[in-house]
């Protein structure tokens, strides 16, 4: 007998509780009123029903159709045994140190059933033991015949939609699959609802480790299971298709928890601002349009859709947070959180969609920078020279969101020139040279709603985000904001509203930021102002198209061969295919495009495979210039035509 059980004894209150159960039936009237009525028949007298170690109370309609059940629990020594076994579960809200009301069928006592008997053969104390066998037996009289249906449904890999409740003990690991990457959650409870269309569905509260990019603690996640979905209505469905099941259902991994936590203590170590590179499956947090509004939106759970990513990305969870705050981590020591726990992803910003995403662990890699890459770019000395400095030399401020600390502290390059001329690579090279993102815009793209607030919007965002990562910016097609502003076009007043916006957060970004033209006319004196460098680009002359041919075909992994198959020189080749009138950008797509013929003919490069394309090019070069010919001619006949049928003739 235990000090605990030899307390109980001596306390006179608790050795007057009968070691009995005491049943009543409530049952409804045909005036709505309820009768309480005793199973064994005590007369019309009702003794206190404190003196039963169990009270049950099954209420009735006014058909005597059994509608609920109640076990009112008075035993001190059944109490104890909650205390030492059960502690607290989700559907009880008690200590157990008093007495309590358990609605039967009860998932606490389904959850314990094992614990409960074994805890009762280990009693050596006669009293607490009958009283704990009382409980079990009517726990094998009110839900016996249901939990032999539930164990022979498990062993066979099924479950009912009303077991979930059973199956999902709280405490217990689940686990998951996102995009085929496994994750382990602790079970915090369930709960049973009901959604307007789609019906019943059982609520799976999880918990797992994580940070916030400050604080390490606990997040929660939460599964929906719905009837008709998951179980087509009633009928069992197989545990391991739910899209979380227990831990234990699960076919033997010993490796699991393993590379689990391995993968966990890399998550914890992804902190503050990193750039990597990606390459596989993501998911995009999908945000409504600016426009949208409604009152319960900041309720809504976060919906994140598939994509693919291949590139750079920017890992950073402190300020995804502060954009989409959460709030759902608790506070806890990092030593104490279990790193098996830990989700697949960490969420950061895609360079190229522009959006904040899910990135999984398992896809990223270190960036491979490429410190030289200011050599590959094609430009007078002194202008490399002048860019690079500029460049290397920025300093960026402490404080991306203090406005006063950033005014007129940025750095401005304006690229002009036709297309394929080097104005991009000149941006990819300050930052691969920098080790820096590069963010790239549009301005069609910030200003798609053509409208200045929303303008505005982005373009705040896209310079906030690029300060506080130390990123470039590189927005193309800036043509609207060099021009001189005026009254003579019809949409002038939306352009200079525009022009009016960007010179605004130009002069508080202070950040490099490379803006591109492919023409320049009258440019405005404000935004001359604030540009520090201007750089013009040609059209590549021989000299530089045999440099970019010479660059572009060693950076080729195999060597170029001739027709005979003999390697060829890359110097000749270079100045052999120099007479092609190509800018940059075409001689790099003529040779990924004769890469890609080889692979299709299963053979290697060959100077024949990039002839073949640049034949090919000649040729549309040759029908494009035939129809703009074509369609002058027919322009120049039909204006002849109606100058000679006009009054004036």
């Not at 069928?105 to 050596?124: A, G, N, V």
């Not at 279990?338 to 662990?361: E, H, M, N, Q």
Request: glycine share 4%; net charge negative.
């Amino acid at each position: 007998m235990t000090e605990k059980q030899s307390d109980i004894s001596e306390d006179a209150p608790s050795s007057q509780v009968k070691c009995e159960v005491k049943t009543w039936h409530l049952l409804q009237k045909e005036d709505g009123a309820e009768e309480k009525k005793s199973v064994e028949g005590f007369g019309d007298v009702e003794p206190s029903t404190d003196d039963f170690a169990l009270v049950v109370t099954r209420k009735m309609d006014k058909n005597h159709k059994l509608q609920s059940t109640t076990l009112d629990v008075n035993s001190p020594y059944i109490l104890e045994a909650f205390r030492d076994v059960v502690k607290s579960h989700p559907t009880i809200p008690s200590d157990f140190s008093t007495p309590v009301s358990i609605p039967i069928p009860s998932e606490m006592l389904f959850h314990h059933w094992d614990d409960l008997q074994s805890y009762s053969s280990d009693l050596q104390d006669d009293t607490a033991n009958s009283h704990l066998a009382l409980l079990l037996k009517f726990m094998d009289f009110d839900m016996g015949v249901a939990r032999k249906k539930y164990l022979a449904q498990v062993r066979s890999g099924l479950v009912e939609f009303a077991r979930l409740g059973i199956l999902f003990r709280p405490g217990d690991t689940v686990v998951t699959y996102i995009k085929s990457h496994p994750w382990l959650l602790k079970v915090d409870k369930t709960a049973y609802e009901t959604h307007d269309k789609r019906g019943k569905y059982c609520e799976i509260q999880c918990s797992y480790s994580d940070h916030d990019g400050e604080k390490y603690g606990v997040s929660k996640h939460t599964f929906r299971l719905y009837q008709k979905e998951d179980f087509g209505s009633d009928h069992p469905s197989k545990i391991l298709d739910l899209k979380v099941y227990p831990r234990a259902y699960a076919p033997d991994d010993k490796e699991l928890e393993r590379s689990l936590r391995e993968r966990g203590q890399l998550f914890f170590s992804i902190t503050g601002v990193l750039v990597r590179q990606y390459d596989g499956p993501a998911q995009y947090l999908k945000t409504p349009p600016l426009s949208f509004f409604h009152p319960d939106e900041d309720d809504w759970k976060q919906l994140f859709m598939p994509y693919t990513e291949t590139g750079r990305v920017i890992i950073d969870r402190k300020t995804f947070e502060q954009d989409h705050p959460s709030g759902i981590i608790s506070k806890r020591p990092l030593e104490s959180l279990d790193t098996a726990l830990c989700p697949p992803y960490v969420l950061g910003f895609s360079c190229s969609r522009k959006d904040w995403c899910r990135f999984f662990i398992s896809n990223l890699s270190e960036v491979s920078w490429k410190p030289n890459a200011f050599d590959e770019l094609i430009l007078p000395r002194s202008q490399l020279n002048l860019v690079r400095a500029l460049v290397t030399s920025h300093t960026f401020p402490t404080d991306a969101r203090d406005e006063d600390q950033q005014k007129g502290k940025g750095l401005v390059c304006l690229l002009h020139g036709p297309p394929g001329s080097g104005k991009t690579l000149t941006a990819e090279c300050a930052a691969e040279t920098t080790q820096k993102a590069l963010i790239r815009a549009s301005i069609s793209e910030l200003n798609k709603h053509n409208s200045a607030w929303f303008f505005e919007h982005e373009l705040a965002r896209v310079l906030r985000l690029a300060t506080t990562w130390k990123a470039i910016v590189l927005l193309d097609e800036a043509d609207v904001f060099l021009e001189a502003r005026g009254d003579d076009s019809h949409d002038a007043a939306n352009r200079n509203a525009l022009v009016a916006v960007f010179l605004r957060h130009l002069e508080y970004f202070s950040g490099i930021v490379f803006l591109t033209t492919n023409r320049i006319h009258v440019f405005d004196a404000a935004m001359k102002s604030r540009v520090h460098l201007a750089l013009g680009y040609h059209e590549p002359s021989q000299d530089s198209r045999r440099q970019i041919w010479k660059q572009s075909l060693e950076r080729q992994s195999q060597a170029l061969l001739g027709s005979a198959g003999e390697e060829v020189d890359v110097d000749g080749a270079a100045e052999l295919l120099s007479v092609e009138r190509l800018n940059g950008r075409e001689i790099s797509n003529a040779i990924h495009t004769a890469s890609t013929l080889a692979r299709f003919a299963e053979e290697k490069l060959t100077l024949r495979h990039i002839q073949e394309v640049l034949g090919v090019r000649r040729d549309f070069e040759a029908t494009l210039e035939k129809v703009r010919k074509g369609t002058l001619e027919h322009a120049s006949e039909s204006n002849s035509a109606v100058k000679k049928n006009s009054i004036i003739d």
